[in-house]
């Protein structure tokens, strides 16, 4: 069970090393999603099911969606300053 | 258990820990520095909860095992149902921020940021 | 400071304390041997002392209520600074955006799919929500849960529903509302003679819906507060896409 608790570990540090070095937004919010969901499981070997469920509420549903949100408001930003700038 | 089995999870907060701040130090877009940092404050998850595990413990929620049984401790895992919430909000707050500085300036990257003044 | 003197220094100190912490944790207990004395002594008495079977939920509503407070206020205040910095003011001349973003139409299936969603997402968030006491789970939980129900109805290309869910005056009230109730259930005990935030109502039998006392009231103010809150916040962030007009500079 201690090797199982290692293995997940290895793998928390090995998505954070994939999240940090990815340089496009739109991906590294997906690669987000999914070491949320990864630490949400190493709260489950560490026996913490409301950290859980709580790091799966906020940490894969919450936290992504809120950084697409920004990212689409400055697409659509940039997209009525680019037809302002065509009209003018 | 090995010795390094020991400290294994200490060692990995320290890993996390360090991989968010080098993300944060080379990053190239705003955006991309507040996941950084979302994944630095990860890294304290992983300290508070290593430090109350409790090898064959179980969870602390007694609805169906008796009050005396053997569990981890909750006291930290309480500690950290307020860490998520915090990392949550300051995520929210820190993305209206890159909004804001992007819509003023038309420019998403840090250094580009500094030099555009006046 | 440019790019490569913050890099340097980083690859400078960083490893030093990479080293130090290392040399450090060292010395921790080994992984896997809990020996404080707080977490048994919780554990062990929450259960006769608050009726409450999910010990984190006590601690963090009733034996450390004041820290969840303050929490509480974080998040109020964070909402707050948000929707001030990114919110529309209501004078401020506006132009329509016009077709600036085309979105496909959406498949059938996806809506047939999304009113059983929401149906369930509801429920279980309310059942997250009031089991607080009982098992994993609580007011912030059941907050988000909530809050992610708007989000699959704007999914279902609804956009006239999801304003009026989000944008509707009342959630402010309710965000305001939940953050008072629980200051005030905080309060009450002060009027009687007994410390903040003390468990006065009465404790009901372990297993309840309706037991532990005011753990179970904060719980469910906590979560229509945090509800609000996100409801707010996705509004915000969404505002200019969903109403379709731009301020004029």
Redesign the interface.
């Known amino acids: 069970m201690?090797w199982c608790g290692a293995g997940i570990l290895l793998l928390l540090a090995i998505s954070a090393f994939a999240v940090v070095r990815t340089h496009d937004v739109t991906e590294q919010v997906i690669a987000l999603g999914f070491y949320g969901l990864v630490t949400a499981l190493m709260f489950f070997f560490f026996q913490?099911?409301?950290?859980?469920?709580?790091q799966i509420?906020?940490g894969a549903?919450?936290l992504p969606?809120?950084i697409m949100?920004?990212l689409?408001?400055m697409k659509?930003?940039k997209?009525?300053r680019q037809?302002e700038g065509e009209h003018e | 258990?090995p010795h390094i089995?020991?400290?294994?999870?200490?060692?990995i907060a320290?890993w996390l820990f360090?991989c968010g701040?080098?993300g944060l130090?080379?990053s190239r877009h705003l955006v991309h520095s507040v996941i950084c940092l979302a994944i630095l404050q990860s890294s304290t998850y992983v300290l508070l909860l290593?430090?109350?595990?409790?090898?064959g413990?179980s969870?602390?929620?007694?609805?169906d095992i008796s009050?005396?049984a053997l569990?981890?401790?909750?006291?930290?895992?309480?500690l950290m149902?307020?860490d998520v919430?915090?990392e949550?909000?300051?995520v929210?707050?820190l993305?209206?921020?890159v909004?804001?500085a992007y819509e003023k300036s038309g420019c998403v990257s840090p250094?580009d940021l500094r030099t555009m003044r006046g | 400071m440019?790019?490569r003197l913050?890099?340097a220094i980083?690859l400078v100190a960083?490893p030093v304390f990479?080293g130090l912490?290392?040399y450090a944790?060292?010395n921790?207990?080994?992984?896997?041997?809990?020996r404080?004395p707080?977490?048994d002594l919780?554990?062990?008495l929450?259960?006769?002392e608050r009726h409450a079977?999910?010990?984190?939920?006590a601690?963090?509503y009733d034996y450390?209520g004041f820290?969840?407070l303050g929490?509480e206020f974080?998040?109020f205040t964070?909402?707050i600074?948000?929707t001030m910095?990114?919110r529309r003011q209501k004078d401020v001349p506006t132009s329509p955006?016009?077709k600036?973003?085309d979105r496909p139409p959406l498949s059938e299936s996806v809506r047939a799919v999304i009113s059983p969603a929401v149906l369930v997402t509801t429920i279980f968030g309310f059942y997250?929500g009031l089991h607080g006491q009982?098992?994993?789970?609580?007011g912030?939980?059941a907050g988000?849960?909530l809050?992610?129900g708007s989000?699959l109805v704007y999914l279902a290309a609804n956009t006239e529903g999801f304003k009026r869910i989000t944008s509707h005056v009342a959630v402010e009230v309710i965000e305001a509302v939940g953050a008072a109730s629980y200051a005030l259930i905080g309060i009450v005990p002060l009027l009687i003679g007994l410390p903040l935030l003390t468990n006065v109502l009465p404790l009901g039998t372990t297993?309840d819906v309706l037991s532990a006392g005011t753990i179970a009231l904060i719980s469910a103010c906590v979560g229509i507060e945090v509800t609000a809150a996100?409801l707010l916040?996705?509004y915000?962030?969404?505002e200019?896409?969903v109403t379709g007009e731009?301020p004029e500079e």
């Open positions: 201690i913490a099911p409301d950290v859980a469920l709580s509420t906020v549903v919450a969606l809120m949100l920004a689409s408001r659509f930003h997209a009525t037809k | 258990m089995l020991q400290s294994l999870p200490y060692f320290a360090f701040l080098y130090v080379t290593a430090i109350g595990y409790r090898v413990g969870a602390p929620i007694f609805a009050p005396g569990t981890v401790d909750p006291v930290v895992q309480a149902l307020t919430v915090v949550a909000v300051v929210a707050l993305l209206a921020m909004v804001k250094s | 440019n790019e913050r890099l980083f960083g990479f912490y290392c944790a060292l921790l207990p080994p992984w896997g041997q809990y404080g707080y977490g919780i554990a062990r929450a259960v006769y079977t999910d010990t984190v939920n601690i963090n450390r820290d969840t929490e974080i998040l964070a909402v600074g948000v910095l990114l955006a016009g600036v973003a997250i009982l098992t994993p789970g609580g912030f939980q988000v849960i809050a992610t989000i297993g996100f916040v996705i915000t962030y969404l200019e896409i731009i």
